[in-house]
Structures are given as C-alpha cells and as structure tokens.
DNA sequence: CGGCAGTACTG
DNA sequence: CAGTAC
DNA sequence: GCCG
C-alpha cells in the first residue's frame, strides 16, 4: 500500500521537522550556494568551472568579477554569518531614529526574518513609508538617509543605488553596514559588516510590501500561488481582481485587473482566506501564522531525475497548501527554485498538531 | 503534458 | 533575452 | 516531482 501525501506529512510532523538544507547536500548546489553568497554572482561560476572562492578570486577560466563581486569576496565571511536579533535590533533602532529625526511622520519598519520572529537574521531589511493624509510624501528622504547614516559610520558600502527617476516614491537600496557602537565602545571594536536592504514604496502599496519583504520565499509563492487559484494575482504593490490570463499560456496576462487590497496585511490575507490570529500579537509571534518547513524526507528523492525539476522540501502553510521546494535542473540551468502548491484539504489535519505553533 | 510567483534589474 | 535578487 |  503506496503512502499518501498526508501520511507522509503526518510521519514527518510527529518524528520532527527537518530544513530544506537538508535536501541541498549534493556538491554542485553547496558549490553554488557558496558563489551565491557574493552579491550578484551568477551560476555561470560554477558552469566555468570555478569551484571554490579562490578561484572567483584568481578570476579562474576567465570570469569577470565586478567592483560589487569584489566587495562580496572581501566580506564574504562577514555577509555570510547570520547576526543575532539583537544585533539587526541595534541597527535598526539606530536607523529608525536617525529617520524620524528627518520626518517624524515617517513609517519605518524592519522586514525579513526579524519580523518573521527569528532569533539570527541573515541580512536586515527596511521599509520606508509616509501617510500622504497631510499631502506630503517620503520623496527625497532615501538619499538623505544614507547619507547620514553613512556619516554616523553605519552604512559602508554600496551595493546598488536607488534609481529615483521612474518614481521617487519607489527606490531600492542594497548594501552593506555595521552596528553603532555601543556604550563605552571604542571605535577598535570589531563589527561585522552586514547586508541591509531599503525599499521605500507609495503609502498605499505597503500592506503588500510588508508581505512581501517579511517573506519568506517559499511563503510568498505559496501565497501568490493561492490568489491565482482564486482569480486574483498577489505582487509587492497589491491583490488584483479581474486579471484574466491566457488559457493556453497561464503566465501570459491578457487584462492586469484592479487592486482591490494592499494597504493592509490583514484585509490582503482576510480576501486570501488566510488565518490571521496572529495581527493580534506582536511581530516575535508573526512566524507562528506562517510556514512549519518540514520534508516528505526519505521517500521523496533530491536525485537528478529525468525530469527537469527536482524536489527540495515541502513547508506546510497556514492558508492551506502545501508547496513543495523545487530546483530546476537541466543545461543550461538556473539554481532558482520554484514551488510547487497542491491544495490539500486534508491539511486541516495537519493544523492541529503542535509543531505549527512551537517556536 | 503544461504548469510551477511576480517583478526589477543587469549584461 | 537569460540570469539573478528579493 | 507531481497535480490537474
């Protein structure tokens, strides 16, 4: 008798959950993942042939390294190690305060795995608003910013600059930083540099933002996945109704639609039909209406089959589906994943059981 | 057998 | 366009 | 790899 999903899952959520990490301990992906820790870097590395982090030094087989490559190489042990919570908390305090101090009107918010609960962060990510209830608007506050923050020695190197002019309401910055100093501190102590993001969006669109940047991936795609199935279509400005899509090729939008959610989570996740107990509680417990990562293990394989995609990891989402963490494999192949989402009634099965609440 | 999220940016 | 970041 |  063939093992069904559920049973599998069940098994999996009573012997205890396992990382997607797991599933990636094959040599061609650890190689990658250590290229991927450099900003920018390409799999195009590993398919010349480079296969440790001297080699993209030494510009093996020819590769080029850009100025912002070089910069990931420098720092590569620094980016690469996640920061305590406390640590992404000092910064953003820092940099909260250092904003108010511009525009006390200003809305700031730290995204990512910080609002997701988590106790190390990898990089620190940072949303930057204004209510237009007055007539004003956060345009210009960005480069401001950065500067003093680069001043206040918090910001050190530039990933990639804001671009201001298809809308100076919308702008991403990617770069590098470093805690301020704490009490009694000497400018000797060590910090390590650390990867932070700032995205500023239109006032409207920042229920969708904080949706997207608080992630994680796999959560977004499970998510957007389960709008599509209802009609809708989920991006980072907002939930669109009416979006009508070509029926011979799905990904192909014939009619964009109307938004009809993004200035608040919780009506987005209210239309999605997505539990929501947790916007009574504090961002430590966010994770807890989120995905339980946790693997079919064993008897579901990671192997180069003669498919295309090969299967990584199945998270177990609070809306109802089930995604499984695909890789696309295949020459020439791209290392990004893609999720598969099955809806799974049966999942409410899995709702109960105590390891989706623990933390 | 098609589909697997959606968008922005780079070369 | 392919590749990559989020 | 697996679902519709």
Redesign the pocket.
């Known amino acids: 008798m063939e093992l069904?999903?559920l049973d599998q899952i069940k098994e999996i959520l009573e012997t205890g959950e396992l990382r997607r990490i797991e599933f990636e301990k094959t040599e061609d992906i650890e190689i990658?993942n250590l290229?991927?820790g450099?900003?920018?870097?390409?799999?195009?590395?590993?398919?010349a042939g480079c296969r440790t982090l001297d080699d993209i030094r030494n510009k093996k087989a020819g590769i080029?390294v850009?100025e912002?490559q070089e910069i990931g190489l420098q720092h590569y042990d620094d980016i690469n190690t996640r920061m305590p919570r406390e640590e992404a908390h000092e910064i953003f305090v820092a940099i909260k305060e250092t904003a108010l101090s511009l525009d006390p009107k200003l809305f700031i918010e730290i995204?990512?795995s910080y609002r997701r609960g988590k106790s190390t962060c990898g990089?620190i990510?940072i949303l930057i608003t204004r209510s237009t209830e007055d007539g004003k608007t956060h345009e210009g506050i960005l480069p401001t910013l950065l500067n003093m923050l680069q001043t206040m020695g918090i910001i050190h190197e530039h990933?990639?600059?804001?671009?201001l002019s298809?809308d100076p309401l919308?702008?991403?910055y990617?770069g590098l930083c470093v805690r301020p100093l704490r009490e009694g501190e000497g400018p000797e102590s060590k910090r390590l540099r650390r990867?932070i993001?700032f995205?500023t969006v239109p006032w409207i669109n920042r229920g969708a933002a904080l949706i997207?940047?608080t992630?994680d991936?796999?959560f977004?795609?499970?998510?957007?996945?389960k709008?599509?199935k209802m009609g809708?279509?989920?991006?980072?400005?907002g939930l669109?109704a009416g979006?009508v899509?070509?029926?011979?090729?799905?990904?192909?939008?014939l009619c964009?639609g109307h938004m009809i959610a993004s200035e608040t989570e919780e009506e987005i996740f209210r239309i999605l039909g997505v539990y929501s107990a947790a916007f009574h509680q504090v961002s430590a417990d966010y994770e807890c209406s989120r995905p339980s990562k946790v693997c079919?293990g064993k008897?579901?394989?990671?192997?180069?089959?003669?498919?295309?995609?090969?299967?990584l990891c199945l998270p177990v989402y609070p809306h109802g589906l089930l995604?499984?963490g695909?890789r696309?494999l295949g020459?020439?192949?791209?290392?990004?994943?893609?999720?598969?989402?099955?809806?799974?009634p049966s999942l409410n099965i899995v709702y109960t059981l105590p390891t989706l609440y623990k933390r």
Not at 159 to 163: Q, T
Not at 245 to 253: A, C, D, F, H, L
Not at 331 to 344: L, N, S
């Open positions: 069904t999903h990658i290229f991927q450099i900003y920018g870097v390409a799999y195009a590395w590993y398919a080029k850009s912002v995204m990512g990089d990510d990933l990639s600059l804001p671009d298809v919308e702008a991403v990617r990867r993001d995205l997207y940047y992630g991936d796999i977004n795609r499970s998510l957007r996945l709008a599509n809708y279509s989920l991006n980072q400005k669109s979006v899509r070509s029926p011979t090729r799905y990904t192909v939008k964009d079919l008897n579901l394989t990671n192997g180069y089959g003669p498919s295309k995609w090969s299967m995604a499984l695909l696309k020459a020439p192949a791209t290392p990004q994943g893609r999720v598969k989402a099955i809806q799974a």
